[in-house]
């Protein structure tokens, strides 16, 4: 049997040290049916999940079950219209409630979809989902990402058709937040896409609950979750910053040594959105822009001579290059 809230923590030993479940969610021990009667946001129903949906709609959050997993929470409706449905859970008091050093927050949770849809996974702090990722299968078919403090806008992991989407298959998604290094990490193993972005300083907070929605939906869509997980962990797993070194290698840099530009290509027609220049003791110099270009060239005319790191921010995650300046 799968437990909620683990009120009494859980650790485990990983090969990254001591990890803390905080939560540990698949929905095995409920009853079928709604997950909570109450619609509005007000009343915590199985698990203490609140439900919310738009004005008037007829969406549902149903436990129900299904092959191979147990139990999944489906979101449906049978209106013609698109609406809008969320399930959340606070976390605030399991976050603050970690052992110390544990300063890297990762969610995890599985996802389904089919029809017209969009399913979103969110950390939200004070009314605002600051780390957010979402499988957009509407007029545009697209995964999203967003980061608040690195852009307001949602950053492209991949881009498809509607014959290309990735419909009708379950896709584990994992975010962490790197609470020490004000850092944001999305990861979807099968999909292979990966994406990392800075979170201003000045923020410090950022965690009172998570969420997970199904936005756009009418007759015949079709949104499911499962195995959502909350942990506490001491560092960023290998893994995930070895996906860092697997985008960093699949781009080129040349002249290196540059004088005045350098240019930049890669091999998989990856679209650079930005490149910011650090010196080698971390601090940042420059921003440059560009217009989700495959190629660039970036002017180093004004960089003094010696060694810099380049962060090259892509749609399929970051790349860092050590560039050296004649």
């Known amino acids: 049997m799968k437990k909620n809230i683990l009120l009494i923590t859980c650790f485990f030993i990983t090969q990254f040290g001591i990890a ?39 969406a549902t959050a149903i436990v129900s079950p299904e092959s191979g997993k147990g139990n999944v929470v489906t979101f449906t409706t049978n209106s013609t219209l698109n609406e809008y449905i969320m399930i959340q859970q606070a976390i605030d008091a399991l976050w603050n409630n970690r052992t110390a050093g544990n300063n890297v927050l990762k969610f995890e949770y599985e996802v389904f979809g089919t029809g ?12 605002i ?15 999203e990402a967003r980061t608040i403090g690195s852009v307001t ?11 290309t989407f990735p419909y009708n298959t379950w896709h584990k998604v994992e975010f962490f937040y790197d609470y020490t290094a004000k850092k944001a990490y999305y990861y979807i193993p099968n999909l292979n896409l990966f994406r990392v972005d800075n979170i201003v300083s000045a923020i410090t907070n ?9 936005s756009g939906i009418k007759i015949g869509s079709l949104v499911k979750y499962d195995n959502i997980k909350l942990t506490a962990l001491p560092s960023v797993p290998s893994y995930i910053l070895s996906a860092n070194e697997i985008v960093s290698a699949k781009f080129n840099m040349y002249p290196n040594p540059a004088t005045n530009v350098v240019n930049i290509t890669n091999s998989e027609n990856m679209l650079v959105e930005q490149v910011t220049v650090y010196d080698i003791s971390g601090k940042q110099l420059t921003i440059q822009s560009f217009n989700n270009q495959i190629a ?9 001579s010696g060694t810099y790191m380049l962060h090259i921010q892509t749609n399929a995650g970051l790349a860092v290059k050590k560039l050296v300046k004649k």
């Open 20 to 58: 803390q479940v905080l939560l540990n969610e698949d929905f095995n021990s409920y009853a079928s049916g709604h997950l909570n009667t109450d619609y509005t946001g007000i009343t915590p129903g199985q698990g203490g999940w609140m439900i919310k949906r738009s004005n008037n709609a007829n």
């Open 116 to 127: 017209f849809f969009i399913a979103e996974g969110s950390i939200w702090d004070g009314g």
């Open 129 to 143: 989902n600051f780390i957010n990722l979402r499988f957009l299968a509407t007029s545009g078919h697209r995964i």
């Open 153 to 163: 806008t949602n950053q492209i992991l991949q881009s498809y058709t509607s014959a």
């Open 206 to 214: 950022l965690q009172d609950n998570i969420s997970l929605i199904g």
């Open 296 to 304: 660039i060239q970036l002017n180093v005319e004004d960089l003094a």
